[in-house]
């Protein structure tokens, strides 16, 4: 069984940083292309940011410059790097990954989410 779970989600003063975490759990798995999402209250949801298997990236154009998305492949995880942050970027945001496990096949997994404030 595969697993997505988001980390370091929190409460932060305009101006300030945060670093989110999604880790990709299963006994053997390859993963594919991550998505951040985030999802502001009473908006739809929308791509933050995305990074291939090879570490091509790409950025939403209101985060462009700010964020920045990482991948350690070894430890099966994606990074949110998240500095100059604005109220605008308040939301839940979600990691969204391509992953292939034996027995499963290649499929989309969603994690929870995490809670991002930012107060003015």
């Known amino acids: 069984q595969v697993h997505v779970v988001e980390s370091g989600g929190g409460l932060v003063q305009a101006g300030g940083s945060l670093r989110l975490s999604c880790a990709a759990s299963?006994?053997?798995?390859?993963?594919?292309?991550m998505d951040w999402w985030r999802e502001p209250p009473g908006k739809q949801r929308e791509l933050v940011a995305t990074?291939?298997?090879?570490?091509?990236?790409h950025y939403a154009d209101s985060v462009k410059g700010r964020f920045t998305i990482s991948r350690d492949n070894a430890k099966n995880t994606v990074y949110l790097q998240m500095n100059s942050l604005e109220p605008e970027d308040t939301a839940v945001y979600y990691c969204?990954?391509?992953?292939?496990?034996?027995?499963?096949?290649?499929?989309?997994?969603w994690g929870q989410g995490t809670q991002v404030t930012v107060s003015s």
């Open positions: 969204l990954g391509r992953i292939f496990a034996p027995m499963i096949g290649l499929r989309e997994y």
């Open positions: 990074i291939t298997s090879s570490g091509l990236t």
């Open positions: 299963a006994v053997t798995l390859s993963i594919g292309t």
